[in-house]
């Protein structure tokens, strides 16, 4: 595996001990693919600018009270290179990228660009534990058939994933199409927690861990967050989640769930702003110590 050094890896881990492959349960992927884009453009450097930004986040977790990476061991290896591939082409080498460290029994953290990116991802986890559910954290529910002539676009990734039959359990959710909408009311698979719904009380958490199942996969869209935290994202949208609540939601669910791994997405970073990129470096090492912590 091409792993990288110190001077690039998450969180900057200068021991060796820590961050090279057959030590470390966790391996982080970058997969910088941008295709298809309708808003703002510029994903494909999320995963670089998450790398850069963690290397400013402390080791040390207050709420853990740990050195998380310690825990665990993080390998951070270099990114897929996309040049020429597209649609189902990339999806399916996503796929066989992933498939790579889930045989090797790593916990794997995926740092993506456009959202499409998930559907090759889970694909590979479904394959090794059928039973396995997804939550989704984000603005958009992402169920459209197709957009812009294409099934395989960013706005089409839970579309894709719906097809594999897995429960999916969406938070945060504050646009969509009117179909979508008709969708996730005819589905037994969909459950679907909006926005509007969750503001202001945190009882809808522990009915949403009830229903998880035991396996679970975890995709976060940068956008599901407000733009007052997050603002760097291909489609923002107004109203989204708060830090702390997020939070709170999320470490229930480690501690309810065994969750096999996660993906940060649709970051869109630009030149002036790394506010969102370090929130998002910081959100990931939070998930990691979750995982290995408590």
Not at 42 to 67: R, T
Not at 139 to 164: C, F, P, T
């Amino acid at each position: 595996m091409k792993v990288l050094n110190a001077s690039s890896n998450f969180l900057g881990i200068t021991e060796h001990a820590y961050y090279k492959y057959k030590s470390c349960q966790c391996v982080v992927q970058q997969l910088p693919y941008e295709h298809t884009s309708s808003y703002k453009q510029g994903s494909h450097k999320g995963p670089k600018a998450i790398l850069y930004n963690s290397q400013f986040v402390e080791y040390y977790d207050i709420e853990l009270d740990s050195e998380s990476y310690k825990n665990c061991g993080i390998t951070t290896v270099r990114p897929v290179d996309f040049e020429g591939v597209i649609n189902e082409d990339a999806m399916q080498l996503i796929y066989k990228e992933t498939k790579k460290y889930l045989n090797d029994d790593k916990f794997l953290v995926s740092l993506g660009a456009e959202h499409t990116i998930s559907y090759g991802v889970f694909k590979a986890f479904q394959e090794k534990w059928e039973d396995i559910g997804i939550l989704q954290l984000d603005a958009h529910s992402d169920l459209r058939q197709e957009y812009e002539g294409n099934k395989w676009s960013h706005a089409s990734v839970m579309a894709r994933i719906l097809e594999l039959a897995p429960p999916i359990f969406q938070v945060g959710i504050r646009a969509q199409c009117i179909e979508e909408s008709q969708l996730i009311q005819s589905s037994d698979n969909i459950h679907c927690y909006y926005a509007h719904q969750i503001w202001g009380n945190d009882e809808w958490m522990d009915e949403l861990v009830t229903k998880l199942p035991k396996n679970l996969y975890i995709t976060i869209d940068t956008d599901g967050f407000d733009p007052s935290i997050c603002p760097s994202v291909g489609t923002p949208e107004p109203g989204g989640l708060q830090w702390h609540p997020t939070l709170k939601l999320l470490r229930k669910v480690f501690e309810k769930c065994d969750v096999k791994g996660f993906d940060i997405m649709e970051l869109n970073p630009p030149t002036h702003d790394d506010t969102t990129a370090y929130t998002m470096a910081q959100l990931c090492y939070k998930l990691i110590g979750y995982k290995f912590c408590l």
